[in-house]
Antibody
Framework: EVQLVQSGAEVKTPGESLKISCKGS????????IGWVRQMPGKGLEWMGI????????KYSPSFQGQVTISVDKSISTAYLQWSSLKASDTAIYYC?????????????????WGQGTLVTVSS | DIVMTQSPDSLAVSLGERATINCKSS????????????LAWYRQKPGQPPSLLIY???TRESGVPDRFSGSGSGTDFTLTISSLQAEDVAVYYC?????????FGQGTKLDIK
């Protein structure tokens, strides 16, 4: 069974750093892009960026470029999302998801499956 | 960036009736090289992560009931639930994967009337 299991909820104060994780299993981790999606309280989904574990290429949304860092450790099939200095506005649920690839064209396609989500609360 | 706009923002439909959700992209998401619409639909039930319903605008994901269907091409797309069931109460999102950033619509909240 293909699964993405995310790290647990975090409570942080503004200015702190944080790294959350997403561990893939049941498939060839290095052959699929992994993406991160933000969902602020009561709001919709925002695409943050993706990483290809095979060679660590990343693509960021302009809205999140420079605000977060996406990385991967392919030896343990785990992707990461990190902040160097959290703000209260970073409070949200963060989902990772495997981004599929079209077998004939190689183009990146839809997200499937999704991790269970990590709630990050930033409050003084 | 491609902006995805869904309508309506919310709707309430009686059990057994049809529900229709629309999604409009600010740019064409039909790729001429493979003649495919780079659009997916997801369902997010309360307290759960999103899950895939439809990809390539009209291909139903394995295990998704056939009451769910997707249609449209280019910039205008529709998700239809032919006979609403109680378990379909959720927020529905469209997403384009034509070009980064792979943007989502704002979501449509579906309730039982």
């Amino acid at each position: 069974e293909v699964q993405l299991v995310q790290s647990g909820a975090e409570v942080k104060t503004p200015g702190e750093s944080l790294k959350i994780s997403c561990k893939g299993s049941g498939y060839s981790f290095t052959n699929y892009w992994i993406g991160w999606v933000r969902q602020m309280p009561g709001k919709g989904l925002e695409w943050m960026g993706i990483i290809y574990p095979g060679h660590s290429e990343t693509k960021y949304s302009p809205s999140f470029q420079g605000q977060v860092t996406i990385s991967v450790d392919k030896s343990i099939s785990t992707a990461y999302l990190q902040w160097s200095s959290l703000k209260a506005s970073d409070t949200a649920i963060y989902y990772c998801a495997r981004q599929m690839r079209d077998s004939s064209s190689g183009y990146i396609t839809h997200f499937d499956p999704w991790g269970q989500g990590t709630l990050v609360t930033v409050s003084s | 960036d491609i902006v995805m706009t869904q309508s309506p923002d919310s709707l309430a439909v009686s059990l057994g009736e049809r529900a229709t959700i629309n999604c409009k992209s600010s740019q064409n998401v039909l790729k001429t090289s493979d003649n495919k619409n780079y659009l997916a639909w997801y369902r997010q039930k309360p307290g759960q992560p999103p899950s895939l319903l439809i990809y390539w605008a009209s291909t139903r994901e394995s295990g998704v009931p056939d009451r769910f269907s997707g249609s449209g091409s280019g910039t205008d797309f529709t998700l239809t639930i032919s006979s609403l069931q109680a378990e379909d109460v959720a927020v529905y999102y469209c997403q384009q994967y034509y070009t980064t950033p792979y943007s989502f619509g704002q979501g449509t909240k579906l309730d039982i009337k």
